[in-house]
């Protein structure tokens, strides 16, 4: 089953489970927010401990992928390709897995932000049962969790560059054949001549 909706299934479940629980007792209010941090906490040191990991093992195998323009435009930019670099990123296994680790703990940080906003100021409690199981189901999903904590190999889905998954086909994301570095190499040659 595809991983979105995997997430739509269990967020679904989750919320059926949610209804059942009395928020309105402040002990079993105390214990969802203890388990919330809980996963929250292991979430962020499972994040902290794949860039440990990815650091100690210190791959630099070079790593060359073009960036079809629709995808530069809805991912983040990424600093290892320069804006005249028509969409050839070149960088190595090392940092290329730091910086998809970042990516996943800025996504931790925000969705903690937005969980305190909406538990401190607003008062919904059903939220933290609900994104301390999704939290845990992201990790889970999580592709340098797969390899640097599970031991998975990088090959199939965990190939770097990782493809974005898509729930209504098929993944989308960075091109890794020859032919799509060529070109992208060819539109750097012509923009540093001019």
């Known amino acids: 089953m595809n991983s979105g909706v995997q997430n739509i299934v269990i967020s679904l479940g989750a919320m059926q489970i949610a209804r059942r629980i009395p928020f309105d007792d402040p002990v ?12 929250q906490v292991i979430i962020l040191g ?3 401990f794949v860039s440990y990991k990815v650091k100690q093992k210190n791959d630099q195998t070079v790593l060359k992928y ?19 670099s028509g969409g050839l990123v ?9 910086s998809e680790t970042s990516k996943l703990l800025r996504a931790a940080y925000f969705g903690i932000a937005m969980m305190g906003f909406f538990h401190i100021y607003m008062n919904y409690t059903q939220p933290l049962f609900i994104q301390a199981l999704m939290g845990l189901k992201n990790l889970y999903d999580a592709k340098p969790v797969a390899i640097h904590i599970f031991g998975k190999k990088a090959e199939g889905d965990l190939k770097r560059p990782f493809k974005a998954a898509s729930m ?17 190499e060819k539109k750097v040659g012509s923009k540093k001549e001019e």
């Open 90 to 98: 070149t960088t190595t296994v090392r940092d290329y897995d730091l």
């Open 28 to 39: 079993v209010l105390n214990y969802v927010r203890l388990g919330y941090i809980t996963s």
């Open 46 to 48: 499972a994040y902290f």
């Open 168 to 184: 209504f086909g098929p993944a989308g994301g960075p091109q890794t054949d020859a032919a799509s570095i060529a070109e992208a």
């Open 66 to 84: 073009a960036i079809s323009p629709v995808y530069s435009l809805i991912s983040p930019s990424n600093p290892a390709q320069s804006s005249d």
